[in-house]
């Protein structure tokens, strides 16, 4: 089983994020690695200049390098960016709108947790026009993750496994409005969260996480327990989203477990010395609601109990 | 211009056909539609029946077959495609790869429309739609304003339907996860957002909190009317305040948007509400009737006959006006 690091999500500073990747393709024990802006097209100017050194960083430490599309693309010069993207000749692509494949000349692509494939049928589509991996949408719960790696093994499969999980992308940014700005006049506000923005209930439980257009969870997804059933599913390789943590000790530790060198359930102990102060939650893919952490086997009561009272937490984690 | 209207019982499609809908679009009792809420939508022969009545009176029936299948078990949605094509529907409202490859295979010469979730949202998407599928139109997603709805429009081939009056996501349709996240329960999977089941109302200090999936969504002092927790309508609390953070718990009403929409070129205008009952539907359909008319004589629309409909929720154009981004 691989392991996949995803695009930074956030708006890091441009030498943040230089200075991560170079650190990743030094450190991280990570097989391929997803580069550029996924989330907001008026942030990519900032890391531009710095994609091809960060690209031959990695290449020359033997990471397989991915070309992240945006998720949502409507303006021109969104439709221009993508346009060159795919058309380029070194790129290999992770699209994450199905836009991306209008009237283009195959040649093979990656398809990222945005493009939304639910089943076996739409995954052996895309197969037939050239996709070789796909990273499944993080809703998927492990019984449609089996089925699909299953009926199209001829694509390798990979699960969202550690993050915050990525619930919504919209035209809006949230980030503006809270800051009373509009979207076309953001100031770039959302540097000033590189973790994302929390976003709590009005009795103060964790909840969401605003990343400008984007809206993620305020939970880490942490599959750390679930490897052992992932293997068995036929899951090629386990992605993970940078945060901002160390995420070359995340990926340390996915390796052991993937290893097998280290038992799973103190891995994830581990984990949260890493990540602390945010819940882990594996819910989806036990077909649970998103935010629930359950043991590996499946949901366990306790993990589901909600704390009604003022400023409590819904999540029952790291017990 | 088509009047696209929605029909969650027989009842409500003949009432929509009577008020003077143009199209009525409606799904099957199950999974496979994006309104699969309890108490609604049609079983075979209903949506048979339906079709026969609506089509007696030169309406279109639209069946919406728009969530995402279930891996391993693509029957169902098969047999939904199947069975609605044997009902004589005017038009599929597909999503899904899945679904929109199968249907363009076994019945190539069905009409095919991608329906909102699937969130087409620029030029190229839809070219890939119409060329890989012969999708004929397409429901755009509520991100884009009347200017890029004019810029699709110039540069496809397809036919483009916009949402006007009813429920607004502020979300990209077809792309959110915000339901299940806190209660399991998805648009693309379950065809359902926010579900009455997973909500619940409970006093605290003379304040109604409302809740979803254990998480409180909004909290009401005496004074306000207890609205449903609706998940992205809801207020939270972020370090720079608290408040709607997303939206305002409002619905789309593009009534005064209609002239500029025409303009742009859309073919056809679609309220949202498969969930009402009959005297909304009614209601609502009359009174676009009525604005449509008006436009096309060239009068000024009847002003505010839409707000009695909209049950005490403020309206908004959403999208369609730049600077509500």
Known sequence: MQLTLGPVLYHWSPERWRDFYYRVADEAQVD???????????????????????????????KHV????????????????????????????EINDLSCLAGLAPKPFA?????????????????????????????????????????????????????????????????????????????????????????????????????????????????????????????????????????????????DVVDERIDPEEAERRLGEIYPNVPF??????????????????????????????????????? | MELICPAGTPASLEAAVEAGADAVYCGFRDETNARNFPGLNFSREELRKGIAFAHRRGVRVLVAINTFARAGAFGLWQAAIDDAVAAGADALILADLATLDYAHRRHPGQRLHVSVQAGAANPDAIRFYAENFGARRVVLPRVLNVMEIASIVRETSCETEVFVFGG????????????????????????VCSPASHVAYSERDGRIDSRLGGFTINSFGKDEPAGYPTLCKGRFATPKGSGYIFEEPVSLDAAVMLPALRDAGVTAFKIEGRQRGRAYIAGVVRSFRKILAAIDEGRSPPAASLMAMAEGQAGTVGAYRKGWR
């Open chain 2, 168 to 191: 607004l996501c502020v979300m990209e349709e077809g792309r959110c996860s915000l339901s299940s996240y806190a209660t399991g329960q998805s648009p693309n999977m379950n065809g």
């Open chain 1, 111 to 255: 398809v990222g947790p945005f493009v939304n494939v639910y089943n076996e049928v739409a995954a052996g589509f895309l197969a037939e026009r050239g996709a070789t991996r796909i990273c499944l949408p993080p809703e998927l719960p492990l019984t449609a993750v089996a089925a699909i790696s299953a009926a199209v093994p001829q694509l390798a499969t990979e699960v969202f496994a550690f993050g915050r999980v990525p619930l919504a992308i919209s035209a809006r940014c949230y980030h503006a409005r809270a800051h009373k700005l509009t979207k076309d006049n953001c100031r770039f506000v959302c540097e000033q969260d590189p973790d994302g923005m929390p976003v709590k209930t009005l009795d103060g439980a964790g909840f969401l996480s605003v990343n400008g257009v984007q809206t993620l969870s305020d939970s880490c997804a942490s599959l750390l327990r679930d490897v052992p059933a992932l293997r068995q599913a036929g899951v090629a390789s386990l992605r993970l989203s940078p945060q901002g943590c160390d995420m070359v000790a995340v990926a340390r530790l996915f390796r």
């Open chain 1, 32 to 62: 391929a690695v997803v580069v550029g802006e996924a989330v907001c097209s008026k942030r990519a100017p900032f890391k531009q200049d710095h994609i091809p050194a960060v690209v031959e960083r990695l290449e020359a430490a033997g």
């Open chain 1, 66 to 93: 991915l070309h992240s599309s945006l998720i949502l693309i409507s303006l021109p010069r969104e439709r221009r960016q993508t346009r060159e993207l795919m058309q380029s000749d070194e790129a290999e692509v």
């Open chain 1, 281 to 319: 939650s594996n819910g989806f893919l036990h077909g649970a609601p998103g935010h629930v952490r359950t043991g590996a086997g499946g949901a366990t009561p306790g993990d589901r109990l909600v704390s009604q009272a003022r400023g409590g937490s819904l999540h029952e984690n790291r017990a």
